[in-house]
């Protein structure tokens, strides 16, 4: 049964940082690619970062060089480094794995909450 387990978000100030979890069980966790979406009340789903089986990483143009997305294949986990975060970044946020476009999983996803 593949599941996908999100964990690190909660409550931070602007400017805090916080790191995502996103632990994958019941599949070959090095062949897939991996993403971090989120979304935020009343708006849609929007992709966060990505990064491929071999490493290649990709970042919405708002993230870029505030968040880090890593994988450790030993640990069957990617995450999420969140620097420098504003209000704006509030969202539910979810890890997703695929294959090309095949074999799509979510997770449950993780409340983030940024406010003073």
């Known amino acids: 049964q593949v599941q996908l387990v999100e964990s690190g978000g909660g409550w931070v100030q602007p400017g805090g940082s916080l790191r995502l979890s996103c632990a994958a069980s019941?599949?070959?966790?090095?062949?897939?690619?991996m993403a971090w979406y989120r979304q935020g009340p009343g708006k849609q789903r929007e992709l966060v970062a990505s990064?491929?089986?071999?490493?290649?990483?990709n970042y919405a143009d708002s993230m870029k060089g505030r968040f880090t997305i890593s994988r450790d294949n030993a640990k069957n986990t990617a995450y999420l480094q969140m620097n420098s975060l504003k209000p704006e970044d509030t969202a539910v946020y979810y890890c997703?794995?695929?294959?090309?476009?095949?074999?799509?999983?979510w997770g449950q996803g993780t409340q983030v909450t940024v406010s003073s």
């Open positions: 019941g599949i070959i966790f090095r062949i897939y690619d």
């Open positions: 990064i491929t089986s071999g490493g290649r990483t």
């Open positions: 997703r794995k695929s294959l090309g476009d095949n074999l799509v999983s």
